[in-house]
Nanobody, 125 residues
């Protein structure tokens, strides 16, 4: 069955950068939507960014637009989130997720996604 494993989280000072990775195992489809979500302590799951593997179209939440970049290496089934100019409010557990269709416009709901990773913690001080 499909598995997602995130890595790359850590602690960083404000203004710093981190690069998150997510490896997807046992994926048999070629075109689907991959996304990053995050959840801060005491808060709900927040969508961060999505990418459609079919054509590389990307989507970003307003809160991270211009600071975060999402990318994908289809040959390695890897998803990345480059996070620059980090702020304390970016502190959260970050999750990657897959839904077996194209990415939707607007802010996608977490419950729309089929597969989730275990998360990687990002702390910005």
């Amino acid at each position: 069955h499909v598995q997602l494993v995130e890595s790359g989280g850590g602690s960083v000072q404000g203004g710093g950068s981190l690069r998150l990775s997510c490896v997807a195992s046992f994926v048999s489809y070629e075109e689907y939507c991959m996304a990053w979500f995050r959840q801060a302590p005491g808060k709900g799951m927040e969508w961060v960014s999505s990418i459609y593997t079919g054509d590389g179209t990307t989507y970003f939440a307003d809160s991270v637009k211009g600071r975060f970049t999402i990318s994908r290496d289809n040959t390695k089934n890897m998803l990345y989130l480059q996070m620059n100019s980090l702020k304390p409010e970016d502190t959260a557990m970050y999750y990657c997720a897959i839904v077996w269709r194209s990415c939707s416009g607007g802010v996608p709901a977490p419950q729309a996604f089929d597969i989730w990773g275990q998360g990687t913690q990002v702390t910005v001080s």
